[in-house]
């Protein structure tokens, strides 16, 4: 067998592969796949890599910004193929081709749709192991079995490690269909607890995008329109370059969606020096009428949108057939606002541009759209061809949907084409908090009615909001209906026979983005609130209302079932004290929660306890998922409680934290996390957790003081 | 040139007397284990020990600096074994990880004042750090531990 030469990439050169290394993975078309040399593999994306020195590496195609994809990835893929996490070498990949496309975070999407993969790839790898010991050992495969990283023969208990076993593996064919564990053998998955990159994140050792330090870097930092949408005119820097560490002012522009903006960028010795001289730029920008622009305005124009009929998104029945008498009827008009992700991690990139070649060093939650090949990602935006793109993704810092957009690359990019080396861009949190994308304001309009016998016969749910596809997606045609802005309204399991769900598209001028739960972190606040109302008008307890709604074998009903039992539903709460329920399925998953809220003389709210449960199929690491149920409400309170982002004469108005707070410890209620396992399909962790949220508590205010509230964010105050 | 004095060792920096501290011990000291998060002092990510107090390395003047003992996180233990090091570990604390640098920094001036901080001492003395993560369930529980482990360790001796 000859020896592999491999140093195409880095990566690769990284491991200190000498002799022969093996590599299993999955086709693009989800067949499993080995190759001895990764350098002339085509569309094959690499997962394991066995070495004859007994080095085992699992690679994580899923970038890890806290949700523990670090560990969860590469446990799946290790419990197939018998070998203990601690002693595996975990990669986190950076978009290199050799991975395949799949390199991207977002939608809670990393178990949801790669658990079977994963689980498929360790099988496959496991199998042909058996396979090369059994060939050595002349007996059936069915007479040897893998454990903790080698193959036992049953007979007479003799093993050989995988690293014995590579220069044979490499000659067997991995198997099409995999023999899965049966999950009753499981040893790592939902039995994990400690996550590996912790350890990490204790020291100062991981190195996040921001952290990245590259010989002869140089520091940038861009003054961007205030007004969004203004545009560059003309700027002075002379007073800039006298200023200490300068060493060169130029323009700018950073692509973000379907919008260009030109900003000015000060390059100099440290980021400080960038930062402090960037005050002295003297610009002159056309505002372009943007100036006169104000959130006040442009809510009143939500409102007045919301009489136009709309594009259909969803008809079940005939609303408008259906006899319902006024008495028997509710309405109202729910709104929500704009709001920044705000990540601890200040966007920032460090790019170095060589001739045609590109490096970049960034956190991002899409690698694969910073070295792919569409038009919208990142090489071909930028001019480059993606074989000449490099990049290394790090630690993220907080991504929250925010890093799913290039742009802060491309700004930085776009400064490095103009200085002859590395250069670190790091976005203040003034410009993280103020230059968007943001999370849109979506209004809604509801109406339920009811049969002279009580029955909910008539459910509508129009969305009045900008677009978010429109912002971010080319080609959107405005004569559909967005489906990201009318998610999960049309999906619930309330069975109601005649319900219809609509949209009505408002212009508008500003970067959007999804962001933590995308729109059912708007949507499910109105939707879940205006269920309460229903229950009120039948005058029924929330909870009974909202199950007498749903089939028997419905997920809802599954989680509302435990909800009742495990948040005490039936036990009466004391004098000044109220409890709601919230649910929402959408793509990414399921959660329904109970809220506690004490209202305290002084009329200040308290938010006492949330009771959580999770529908998920699976849970890799069952403290993980509670961890992120846990800080999905804390984000939820946040979003639900505190200033959002708001606009006047075209300029955001939040600057800081000071102004763009955030729930902070001594604000926090408990939290009881329940996860449901076993049962029906394979849901998302990281987002289901908020959108029930903020309905549960509005409701549990509701039943604490009578106050119905109906606009995010509301005052912990009645 | 200014001496800054970093987990025990003397680093001789070329800084403007005016640059704050973070950006001298990140990138002229090169040490990336303090954050930056806010620059105003509101998120506490930069959260470092000046002569053994807590102090926001983004609004203190390198100048201020100069000479004192400073300590980072990447000087609180030798081993990432600080009580609250392993107590962070023990209670999975960490989602992003980005803030707890300064978390923990933080933490440790309020562990060695009051070894056996209540809920309510813990929300005092924390509530200068943000995590948008939401991990503060978990902050709170592990400095309860650390309290613990440092108190068995000290009746242990």
Redesign the interface.
């Known amino acids: 067998m000859a020896i592999e030469q491999i140093s195409r990439r880095s990566f690769i050169k990284t491991t200190g592969t000498a002799g022969l290394a093996l590599w299993l993975g999955l086709s693009a078309e989800g067949s499993t796949r080995k190759t001895t040399n990764i350098a002339t593999a085509k569309n094959f994306s690499p997962f394991i890599l066995v070495e004859d020195n007994g080095n085992i590496t699992i690679y994580n195609i899923k970038p890890e910004?806290?949700?523990?994809t670090f560990q969860s990835v590469p446990a799946v893929i290790a419990e197939e193929f018998e070998v203990s996490l601690d002693r595996v070498t975990i990669k986190n990949t950076s978009g290199e081709p050799e991975f395949g496309h799949g390199q991207r975070a977002g939608g809670s999407s990393s178990i949801r749709t790669g658990y079977n993969d994963y689980r498929k790839i360790g099988a496959a790898a496991r199998m042909v192991f058996i396979a090369a010991a059994a060939n050595r050992w002349q007996v059936s495969p069915d007479n040897c079995y893998a454990d903790n990283g080698k193959v036992f023969n049953k007979a007479n208990n003799q093993s050989f490690t995988y690293g014995e076993l590579v220069e044979d593996a490499a000659k067997i064919d991995p198997p099409k269909e995999p023999k899965l564990k049966d999950p009753k053998d499981f040893k790592i998955v939902g039995k994990m607890?400690?996550?590996p990159?912790?350890?990490?994140?204790?020291?100062?050792?991981?190195?996040?995008g921001?952290?990245v330090?590259v010989p002869g870097m140089v520091?940038a930092s861009v003054q961007r329109c205030p007004v969004i949408g203004g545009t560059l005119k003309s700027f002075d820097a002379s007073e800039t370059l006298k200023m200490?560490?300068v060493l060169k002012v130029v323009k700018a522009e950073r692509i973000v969606g379907n919008y260009r903006y030109t900003g000015v960028a000060v390059i100099a010795n440290?980021?400080?020096?960038a930062q402090q001289a960037r005050k002295k730029l003297k610009i002159d920008w056309n505002y372009e009428g943007y100036d006169n622009f104000n959130s006040e305005d442009y809510e009143e124009h939500l409102r007045k949108l919301a009489d136009e009929e709309g594009i259909i998104d969803k008809n079940i029945g005939d609303v408008t057939k259906v006899n319902v008498s006024p008495q028997n009827t509710v309405e109202a008009f729910y709104e929500t606002p704009m709001v920044a992700h705000?990540?601890?991690?200040?966007m920032n990139a460090v790019a170095h541009v060589q001739g045609d070649k590109l490096e970049i060093w960034t956190s991002t939650q899409v690698p694969s759209s910073v070295t792919g090949n569409s038009p919208n990602e990142l090489p071909k935006l930028m001019g480059f061809a993606p074989e000449n793109v490099k990049m290394h993704n790090m630690?993220?810092?907080?991504?929250?949907g925010r890093r799913l957009y290039l742009d802060y690359m491309t700004e930085a990019v776009n400064i490095a084409k103009q200085y002859d080396k590395p250069v670190k861009l790091?976005w203040?949190?003034e410009d993280t908090t103020q230059c968007g994308p943001f999370r849109p304001m979506t209004f809604s309009k509801l109406g339920g009615g009811f049969s002279d016998d009580g029955k909910l016969v008539t459910f509508t749910h129009k969305v009045i909001s900008p677009s978010l596809s429109e912002s971010a997606r080319p080609n959107f045609d405005k004569t559909k209906v967005d489906g990201s802005m009318v998610e999960g309204i049309g999906e619930q399991d309330y069975q109601i026979p005649n319900i219809k769900t609509s949209y009505v598209r408002a212009d508008y001028h500003v970067p959007l983005a999804a962001w933590r739960s995308v729109t059912s972190s708007t949507l499910a606040f109105a939707h879940e609130c205006f269920i309460d109302e229903l229950a009120h008008k039948a005058g029924k307890d929330p909870l009974d209302f909202r199950m007498s709604l749903l089939a028997s074998d419905s997920d809802t009903m599954r989680i509302f079932k435990k909800l009742r039992e495990v948040s005490n539903w039936d036990q009466p709460l004391g004098e000044r004290r109220g409890r709601g329920v919230g649910q929402w399925k959408f793509f990414a998953g399921q959660c329904a929660q109970v809220v506690e809220v004490t209202h305290k003389p002084d009329g200040t709210i308290k938010v006492d306890r949330v009771y959580a449960v999770i529908d998920l199929g699976v849970a890799v690491n069952p403290?993980?998922v509670a961890?992120?149920t846990?800080?999905?409400?804390?984000?939820a309170l946040t979003a639900a409680t505190k200033p959002a982002i708001t606009m006047g004469e075209g300029k955001v108005m939040q600057h800081?934290?000071?102004d763009n707070t955030?729930?902070?410890?001594?604000e926090?209620p408990?939290?009881e996390v329940h996860i449901l396992t076993g049962e029906g399909k394979i849901k998302g962790v990281g987002e289901p957790g908020l959108p029930p949220f903020a309905p549960a508590l509005a409701n549990a205010i509701f039943a604490a003081t009578g106050k119905r509230i109906r606009k995010m964010p509301f005052e912990l105050k009645v | 040139m200014i001496t800054l004095n970093i987990n025990q060792k003397d680093y001789q920096v070329d800084a403007d007397p005016d640059m704050p501290l973070l950006w001298a011990i990140r990138d002229l000291v090169g040490l990336t284990g303090t954050k930056f998060g806010c620059g105003v002092a509101q998120c506490g990510a930069c959260v470092v020990h000046l002569n053994g107090e807590a102090v926001r390395s983004c609004v203190t003047k390198v100048s201020r600096a100069a000479g004192q003992k400073i300590v980072t996180i990447e000087g609180l233990s030798q081993n990432n074994d600080h009580p609250l090091q392993i107590a962070w570990n023990e209670a999975n604390v960490p989602q992003c990880g980005y803030c707890h640098s300064g978390q923990i920094m933080s933490a440790a001036v309020l562990l060695r004042e009051n070894p056996n901080p209540t809920d309510e001492d813990i929300d005092m003395a924390m509530s200068g750090n943000i995590c948008r993560c939401g991990t503060y369930l978990r902050i709170r529980k592990a400095i309860h531990l650390a309290a613990e482990m440092q108190r068995k360790e000290s009746s242990s001796r």
């Open positions: 910004m806290g949700q523990g607890s400690h996550r990159d912790i350890p990490l994140k204790t020291c100062g050792k991981a190195q996040f921001i952290d330090q520091y200490p560490g440290s980021w400080w020096a705000s990540p601890m991690e200040p630690f993220v810092g907080g991504g929250f790091i203040s949190r403290d993980n961890n992120h846990e800080g999905a409400v804390v984000m800081n934290f000071y955030m729930v902070r410890i001594n926090v408990q939290v």
